[in-house]
T-cell receptor
Framework: AQSVTQLGSHVSVSEGALVLLRCNYS??????LFWYVQYPNQGLQLLLK??????LVKGINGFEAEFKKSETSFHLTKPSAHMSDAAEYFC????????????FGTGTKLQVIP | DSGVTQTPKHLITATGQRVTLRCSPR?????VYWYQQSLDQGLQFLIQ???????AKGNILERFSAQQFPDLHSELNLSSLELGDSALYFC??????????????FGPGTRLTVL
């Protein structure tokens, strides 16, 4: 079984401040991990993914995430928040080895305060 | 723009009715996935088709069904609609069968309101 837990359903940061969105996963086999972003009235867009190569993964729009096996975490960060980053962010996991379903977290809404 | 299209964008109907949601995957993608997103249950995987065949089932109700046609577009049929079926329905696609490292490309969704 696999699951993801996103800590904090709402996160507020000031413009220019560090963005940190937390995700912890559970998987019985080495996982593949994803971050998706959903802007209002739009579908989900893949931000970045970890597939067992480098543990620090860089994505679009200046976001990056670090896979930490010892902490079973895959937190999403961005050094400086922009107003355009306001959206809902979803962490997702799938287990390596052939076809596996993707399990999504419950999402974290990011508010950026001017 | 992900390349995945969904129609209609909005749908308002009454309880007990039947509706069909349509999805066209990205050019070249063989897998289509359907998801339901609601405030109380979050993003729920419903069903996946690969090259016309059902590949995986998630939390899909018996009142719901889907199919993928030879041109790879997919339809999600929802029948005997209930108020609780009101949600955003997303279609996503990927190149292959849903290999573990593949990302999904999501369409803009269909917002279903059941009155």
């Amino acid at each position: 079984a696999q699951s993801v837990t996103q800590l904090g359903s709402h996160v507020s940061v000031s413009e220019g401040a560090l963005v940190l969105l937390r995700c912890n996963y559970s998987s019985s086999v080495p996982p593949y991990l994803f971050w998706y972003v959903q802007y209002p009235n739009q579908g989900l867009q893949l931000l970045l993914k970890y597939t067992s190569a480098a543990t620090l993964v860089k994505g679009i729009n200046g976001f990056e995430a670090e896979f930490k096996k010892s902490e079973t975490s895959f937190h999403l960060t961005k050094p400086s928040a922009h107003m355009s980053d306001a959206a809902e962010y979803f962490c997702a996991v799938s287990s390596s080895g052939g076809y596996q379903k993707v399990t999504f977290g419950t999402g974290t809404k990011l508010q950026v305060i001017p | 723009d992900s390349g995945v299209t969904q129609t209609p964008k909005h749908l308002i109907t009454a309880t007990g009715q039947r509706v069909t949601l349509r999805c066209s995957p990205r050019s070249g993608d063989l897998s289509v996935y359907w998801y339901q997103q609601s405030l109380d249950q979050g993003l729920q995987f419903l069903i996946q088709y690969y090259n016309g065949e059902e590949r995986a089932k998630g939390n899909i109700l018996e009142r719901f069904s889907a199919q993928q046609f030879p041109d790879l577009h997919s339809e999600l049929n929802l029948s005997s609609l209930e108020l609780g079926d009101s949600a955003l329905y997303f279609c996503a696609s990927s190149v292959a069968t849903g290999l573990a490292g593949e990302g999904r490309f999501f369409g803009p969704g269909t917002r279903l309101t059941v009155l």
